[in-house]
């Protein structure tokens, strides 16, 4: 039991009565000149010294208790919140505004974690991924695709040969990333392309089909070797299965890779790259079309004639979104221009 001396103040007046005080238990006792309480521990309020100050303990009835015994004080505010712990909480609950406040930071706190968290993890861990997990979901991926929705060619041998060719012409000439050019017949993906993991990209007979000359066809698959290049289909299908296969990638035990090869069709085709993503392979593109010296013209020119296409049909631009800013840059004169 710890005893302490302190002043008893009875709320009516200002003199002060000198008692002594117990800490019992669960009770406060004080005893002074025709005093006794005993108040339960729950009922009262310590608000310990500050420098050398009285400690004051506040009791029900609006009296007041000072003491300068530091530890007895510290004691009975550690006592006192253990007999109504939830009083805090319910400070706070009683508060509407701090509940709102506190839901609204819960929710900003998950959506920055949405926007920027998740996309900057599955940057990292694409990085830390060997280029041989790449290949593998982008086969399994392709092979996917090869029996739902792509099929070959009908394109003219000579067509096909021809763009693989200049393509191949000009990465001999300036660095691109390892890839695979395929052209496929699919009515599904319509005027389209798309990169996979691992570098196979994918051209529609579509895509050929509405472009006026072989420069517009270059001009796309450039942009495509920007996905390859910045690895953007691998950090999709990252994001889109989150936190967990972020992990899962960062500690190398990546498993069973056709978890991630499954969704990545349906991904690049129904949900697209970010806007982020777009401008790096359109960057890409513009710096790839500039030391070809193919006008920047011509990515502007075919992407303009997919947007005047059917509008409820799956293209290249439901899969690479946000056409009309991005235009922009291509209608600039290049270097060569
Ligand atoms: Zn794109």
């Known amino acids: 039991?710890?005893?302490?001396?302190?002043?008893?103040f009875d709320g009516l007046t200002s003199r002060a009565h000198p008692v002594v005080a117990s800490i019992e238990?669960?009770?406060?006792?004080?005893?002074?000149?025709?005093?006794?309480?005993?108040?339960?521990?729950?009922?009262?309020?310590?608000?310990p010294p500050v420098g050398a100050a009285r400690g004051v303990v506040r009791l029900p009835g609006a009296r007041e208790l000072h003491s300068t015994n530091q530890a007895a004080l510290a004691e009975l505010a550690a006592l006192a919140r253990r007999n109504h712990p939830e009083r805090w909480a319910r400070?706070?609950?009683?508060?509407?505004?701090?509940?709102?406040?506190?839901?609204?930071?819960?929710?900003?706190?998950?959506?920055?974690?949405?926007?920027?968290?998740?996309?900057a993890a599955a940057l990292l861990a694409s990085r830390a991924l060997p280029a041989g997990v790449d290949r593998s979901i982008g086969e399994q991926a392709l092979a996917l695709m090869e029996k739902v929705s792509l099929a070959p060619s009908k394109l003219p041998a000579a067509r096909r040969q021809t763009l693989a060719r200049e393509l191949a012409l000009e990465c001999a000439r300036q660095a691109c990333p390892p890839h695979?050019?395929?052209?496929?017949?699919?009515?599904?993906?319509?005027?389209?392309?798309?990169?996979l993991p691992g570098g196979a990209i994918v051209v529609t007979d579509d895509?050929?089909?509405?472009?006026?000359?072989?420069?517009?066809?270059?001009?796309?698959?450039?942009?495509?070797?920007?996905h390859?290049?910045?690895?953007?289909?691998?950090?999709?299908?990252?994001?889109?299965l989150g936190a967990g296969a972020i992990l899962v990638a960062v500690t190398g035990d990546l498993g069973n890779v056709s978890d991630f090869a499954a969704g990545l069709p349906s991904l690049l085709l129904r949900s697209g790259y970010s806007r982020d993503m777009e401008r790096e392979a359109d960057s890409y593109a513009l710096h790839w079309l500039d030391a070809r010296c193919i006008p920047r013209r011509r990515f502007a020119d075919i992407l303009q004639r997919l947007d005047n296409g059917p509008p409820d049909t799956v293209n290249l631009l439901s899969s690479h979104p946000g056409t009309t800013d991005r235009i922009h840059p291509f209608l600039v004169p290049g270097a060569c221009a």
């Open 1 to 8: 039991m710890t005893r302490f001396p302190g002043d008893l």
């Open 25 to 47: 238990a669960g009770h406060l006792a004080i005893e002074g000149d025709g005093i006794a309480l005993s108040i339960p521990l729950g009922q009262i309020d310590v608000a």
């Open 180 to 195: 695979r050019l395929l052209f496929r017949n699919s009515p599904l993906f319509g005027a389209n392309a798309m990169a």
């Open 228 to 240: 390859v290049t910045y690895r953007h289909s691998l950090r999709l299908a990252l994001q889109s």
């Open 91 to 119: 400070h706070l609950e009683s508060r509407a505004v701090y509940a709102l406040a506190a839901l609204a930071i819960s929710v900003l706190v998950m959506f920055a974690g949405l926007r920027w968290g998740i996309p």
């Open 207 to 226: 895509l050929v089909k509405l472009s006026r000359d072989d420069e517009e066809v270059l001009a796309v698959i450039a942009h495509e070797l920007g």
